[in-house]
């Protein structure tokens, strides 16, 4: 049976095939509209099942719950009227672009999706130039469209202009649209007449999305590019690929090959093919599909499934890997040295999380690590602080224990002038109009530069402003932002381009730090005093040490305290014992907010239960004698 044969035991030609990837800014619904194409294509047997599936069933992993975003990419396999339709949910955050990039190459169209209200966004462009570039025509989903605010043709209008600005062909500027509400599962052609279901966006799909090209549909010709790497705790290391040319057969003997690696042989243990939320075993799939297999030791992603039939003499040439964005930010990830580590984690040694973090790469394709100097202490780099702290809470819950160190950019050369580039970053904010004037002043801070601001159309009062900024003064800026607005901005930003480095320093955070003057546990005494100097982070009986970070300085400058003291008991009854002063609630730092807060001296504990900042006691040498 062909691997696209479904329920009637008819194969499905290529032409019944559709590849496409969900694509968009953050939190325009490319998952809830996903949501809404799964249940209305007979996925749950019936409703109580679809119940306990929940809402976004493809946001599976619990910081993508947790989160609200999507992380990691994924596929599923929908039938519609005979088409059999490959559908993969991407991430929207600019930190996850790796994921798109890498998804891309199974495509063969791409949903731009684009909210009601707010139009293209920056990752909106990010993401689009990279399908146009590979010749990929976009279907436009205007969804969101049941908000009150729902600004349909203007939004279509800037989505075409977005178009134009990205050079994209006639072909590819002639897209369809169909407008969409994901959460009331609602499509139409037209704003004002929607469908009771998304019935004409899964046409609008068959119609306008290309089937898949093959040139060659012989055996020999086998090409499948690795897209994707799945784990089964029994069958191992699993590859997701796209057969681009040829077919490919239940064990059949194959080789993985890479233009800067030596060849690997075996045989297809099993094969499998996308359907609905889960994977079916098949005999046989032929190119256009996206197939899974297993029994192949060392696949990795950029690897090209060819066949070894003849001892490969026959085989078809490796596809060019996938190339992705180099990254931008930087951190150093090693082994927690603090007088209190040891005690909670399982996975403690230098070895374990070499181990670890050299695993993620497997499937992290934007991501890198390095060997450092020091043998305990390894440099991870990625797009950005997002995602290397997603990185650091997936390794938390897992039971290691870490020594974070605060996160830097990443330099680099210029080939023809000689001089440092540094990585900037272009940022969108919306805030109400009162709070325009803190906003403009913090990023002016940060060596920001003006580049466009006024007011969103109707009659909402937010403000836009747009900026270019370096890469170095966004690390930490978000917090300053939210503080200055009381909450109410919403930034967005993407990579913008490598330019030359600003030599002056740009401002990080203007107060320093409450150390711990002793060690031993925190006294409600003792934080009774200390609390007068600043925001505290520690409770009555919290451990700490000589060093440790208990709270932040009212001013500039690091000031230790010491809240370990206990009241001197006596047998004099003191004129003031019944007046107390209470205790402030600490403050409640979350990973990203203590990674924003380090300072280039200080670094940070994490364990499975609790984040410790404190300063790093081999910088402190360094800092006394620059003083003497």
């Known amino acids: 049976m062909s691997a696209v044969a479904e329920e009637s035991g008819v194969a499905a030609s290529v032409d019944k095939i559709r590849n496409i990837a969900v694509i968009a800014h953050v939190d325009h619904g490319k998952t809830t509209l996903v949501d809404a194409l799964i249940r209305q294509s007979g996925v749950f047997r019936d409703a109580s ?256 499934l060819v066949t070894n039939e003849n001892g490969g003499n026959d085989a078809a040439e490796p596809l060019p890997p996938i190339a992705v964005e180099q990254p931008t930010v930087r951190m150093t990830i090693g082994v927690n040295k603090s007088p209190l580590a040891g005690r909670e984690g399982k996975f403690l040694t230098s070895r374990m999380i070499r181990d670890r973090l050299f695993k993620e790469l497997d499937r992290n394709v934007a991501l890198q690590v390095e060997e450092t100097e020091s043998a305990d202490r390894y440099m991870v780099s990625g797009r950005g602080q997002l995602h290397l702290t997603v990185l650091v809470e997936t390794m938390r819950r897992e039971g290691f224990e870490l020594e974070v160190g605060p996160p830097t950019v990443i330099l680099k050369e210029n080939e023809e002038t000689g001089g440092m580039e540094e990585p900037w970053e272009s940022v969108e904010v919306r805030v109400p109009e009162e709070y325009v004037g803190g906003v403009i002043d913090l990023l002016n801070q940060r060596k920001g530069e003006l580049q466009d601001m006024g007011l969103e159309d109707g009659d909402s009062g937010v403000t836009i402003i747009k900026y270019l900024v370096p890469t170095r003064g966004m690390l930490g800026l978000r917090s300053s932002l939210l503080t200055a607005t009381r909450g109410t901005a919403i930034t967005d930003s993407v990579f913008d381009s490598y330019r030359p480095k600003i030599k002056d320093e740009i401002q990080g955070r203007d107060k320093g730090s409450l150390l711990a003057f002793a060690d031993g546990a925190t006294t409600s005494f003792g934080l009774e005093g200390a609390q007068e100097r600043g925001k505290l982070f520690c409770s009555p009986g919290d451990e700490v040490y000589k060093g440790m970070i208990v709270g932040i300085h009212q001013r500039p400058g690091d000031l230790e305290v010491n809240i370990c003291k206990t009241k001197q008991l006596t047998n004099m009854r003191s004129a003031t014992k019944g007046i107390t002063t209470g205790i402030v609630a600490p403050v409640d730092m979350s990973l990203d907010a203590c990674v924003e807060y380090l300072a280039a001296d200080e670094i940070l504990e994490v364990t499975p239960s609790l984040f410790r900042m404190s300063k790093n006691p081999s910088m402190a040498g360094k800092k006394n004698k620059g003083k003497k």
């Open 49 to 304: 099942q679809a119940t306990d599936a929940g809402e976004r069933v493809m946001d599976s992993e619990d910081q993508e719950k947790e989160r609200g975003i999507t992380i990691l990419s994924k596929n599923l396999a929908v039938m519609r009227n005979g088409y059999k339709i490959n559908i993969m949910d991407t991430p929207g955050h600019a930190d996850f672009g790796g994921e798109v990039e890498r998804v891309l190459n199974m495509c063969d169209g791409v949903l731009l999706l684009v909210d009601s209200v707010e139009g293209p966004k920056p990752q909106t462009r990010f993401v689009l130039d990279k399908a146009l570039q590979k010749g990929m025509k976009a279907l436009v989903v205007v969804n969101k469209i049941d908000r009150p605010s729902a600004r349909p043709d203007y939004v279509v209008d800037k989505v075409f202009d977005l178009f134009c600005e990205l050079g994209a062909s006639d072909e590819q500027t002639d897209f369809r649209v169909v407008y969409a509400s994901g959460l009331q599962g609602k499509a139409g052609n037209s704003p004002e007449e929607l469908d009771k279901d998304m019935g004409p966006l899964f046409d609008a799909v068959i119609e306008s999305i290309d089937s898949p090209t093959v040139e060659k549909k012989e055996p020999a010709a086998l090409q499948a590019l690795i897209s994707n790497i799945d784990f089964d705790q029994f069958k191992g290391k699993m590859g997701i690929a796209r057969i681009t040319n040829g077919c490919v057969k239940l064990n059949q003997p194959v080789a993985l090959v890479h233009p800067d690696k030596p060849k690997r042989t075996g045989r297809l243990g099993n094969l499998y093919v996308f359907d609905n939320l889960g994977k079916k075993e098949v005999t046989e799939a032929a190119a256009g599909e996206i197939i899974m297999f297993a029994g192949l030791d060392g696949v990795e992603i950029g690897d090209t």
